[in-house]
């Protein structure tokens, strides 16, 4: 009756819920136990109503864990929709006979980038919030490539065909979207790493960095022919560098700044006033001192 993808996802929505219960009763901070010593009934309504009615702890994880159920609850409703690619049902629609077999899926780097998200997620939610909305971000890009991806290679059986087709629908959308995310995370990347080294260090790493951005163009732009391969993987690897870097750097803090011309000139006001109260205590008691000789 149901398709074994039907079985799985609502497996996992299932966990989720569960998940997101007992995460929230262990991180909610109710008024104390009311029933068997341990039951806290405003934690456990809060947790069990998603928070409607009480806490639910930390809001972060709680929020993750219930959206993870609900986007796996709605796979597993859509592939029972579609019959979970069964070939019986396929063959239905197309007056009893089945499609062409489908050529093996073209390799993409966005599985790589994705446990990458994964990871930079994870670190988020115990050391910075801008960590945890990188990961955030890199996931939902990753997740819709796959789905365009997964999509593309299964239009039809022609794997150029499909790729033209991929790339007429996809570019006009991932250059801006992916050229916008790449900038703002290279931003936020280097903005932690400035923060965190020297003030001297900030302008070496600056200057090493704008360098190999510099030469790395010119050489590809000297380049007779470049493969895409080759140009993807370098791009891959200075983002997971540049990307750590970032992640490291947010997990060690930032610099002691101290605003020196600021504290200087409140000192140095702070010693003419003295100086000034230090003059009119003189004056007094040169008139005090006038006084008494009269």
């Avoid at 794997?159 to 290279?186: S, W």
Wanted: proline share 3%; net charge negative.
């Amino acid at each position: 009756m149901f398709s074994p993808g039907f079985r799985l996802f609502m497996g996992f929505a299932g966990f989720g819920l569960i998940a997101a219960f007992f995460y929230g009763v262990v991180t909610g901070d109710g008024g104390g136990a009311d029933y068997l010593g341990f039951i806290d009934s405003e934690v456990w309504v809060g947790a069990a109503s998603l928070g409607w009615s009480g806490g639910v702890g930390d809001h972060v994880g709680y929020v993750v864990l219930v959206m993870f159920a609900i986007v796996s609850a709605g796979l597993g409703i859509m592939l029972t929709a579609f019959r979970d690619a069964d070939t019986d049902a396929v063959a239905e629609l197309n007056n009893g006979e089945l499609p062409p077999a489908q050529s093996p899926v073209s390799y993409n780097y966005w599985p790589a980038i994705g446990a990458l998200g994964i990871g930079t997620l994870v670190i988020g939610l115990v050391t910075h919030a801008a960590i945890f909305t990188v990961g955030l971000i890199i996931i939902i890009t990753t997740a819709f490539e796959l789905m365009m991806s997964a999509w593309s290679d299964r239009a039809s059986g022609d794997p150029i065909a499909n790729a033209e087709l991929r790339n007429r629908l996809m570019k006009p959308i991932e250059v801006p979207v992916l050229g916008a995310v790449g900038i703002a995370i290279t931003v936020l990347c280097s903005s932690r790493i400035f923060l965190t080294v020297s003030k001297a260090w900030a302008i070496w790493v600056a200057v090493i960095l704008s360098a190999i951005v510099f030469l790395g163009a010119l050489a590809f732009a000297l380049a007779e022919k470049v493969n895409r391969n080759v140009v993807a993987g370098i791009l891959a690897t200075a983002a997971i560098g540049l990307l750590t870097s970032g992640v490291v750097s947010a997990v060690i803090g930032e610099r002691d700044i101290s605003h020196h011309h600021t504290g200087g000139h409140h000192e140095s006001d702070s010693e003419h006033h003295d100086g000034d109260s230090e003059h009119h205590d003189g004056d007094s008691d040169h008139h005090d001192g006038e006084e008494g000789d009269k």
